[in-house]
T-cell receptor, first 116, second 112 residues
């Protein structure tokens, strides 16, 4: 069964709205989680590394004030897309490791964000 | 991050073996070779990983060249459910905190 849960699976909202996406590790603790974005017909692009109890590490070119990451507990990381615009419409996916094999990343089923 | 090169697409017949190649000529001694696959509208799924020796698990086998500059993911009997994008990724070191940088992957089509 799934070991990483993402919510919501799909969201449609108006331009200017802030949207929060949750990523939960199920039955295991994840000190590190990762957030990715994927546009249609493209590969996954790593956005940031979420670290429990400390600031997230953002990849080059990703605006930290636009994509707020909070990792307040060992089982939950949230990504908030602030003041979303149509160009932020994408498939957002999180991952975490902690279930054997320990090197394997387990991914959520993604959140499809559509900004009108 | 070391780069991998994979064919854009491959085709296979159902119930036949599939060999998915990956070139990683700039691999370093501490890079692990990881394979993930992604079905449409889903998050990626871990398939297998290795360092130097060939590896087998319930999903697939991983054959690693002696010089580690290439590897091959082997699906022993392809099914229609194996149709997906397969990503070969080099990840620095062991442990569970290393990030994954995805390339374009190989789109595998499985014909009945």
């Amino acid at each position: 069964g799934a070991v990483v849960s993402q919510h919501p699976s799909r969201v449609i909202c108006k331009s200017g709205t802030s949207v929060k996406i949750e990523c939960r590790s199920l039955d295991f603790q994840a000190t590190t989680m990762f957030w990715y974005r994927q546009f249609p017909k493209q590969s996954l692009m790593l956005m940031a590394t979420s670290n429990e109890g400390s600031k997230a590490t953002y990849e080059q070119g990703v605006e930290k004030d636009k994509f707020l990451i909070n990792h307040a507990s060992l089982t939950l990381s949230t990504l908030t897309v602030t003041s979303a615009h149509p160009e932020d419409s994408s498939f957002y996916i999180c991952s975490a490791a902690g279930v054997p094999p320990k090197e394997a990343q387990h991914f959520g089923d993604g959140t499809r964000l559509s900004i009108l | 991050d070391a780069k991998t090169t994979q064919p854009n697409s491959m085709e296979s017949n159902e119930e036949e073996p599939v060999h998915l190649p990956c070139n990683h000529s700039t691999i370093s001694g501490t890079d692990y070779i990881h394979w993930y696959r992604q079905l449409p509208s889903q998050g990626p799924e871990y398939v297998i990983h290795g360092l130097t020796s060939n590896v087998n698990n319930r999903m697939a086998s991983l054959a690693i060249a002696e010089d580690r500059k290439s590897s091959t993911l082997i699906l022993h009997r392809a099914t229609l459910r194996d149709a997906a994008v397969y990503y070969c990724i080099l990840r620095l070191g062991s442990g569970n905190t290393g990030k994954l940088i995805f390339g374009q992957g190989t789109t595998l089509q499985v014909k009945p």
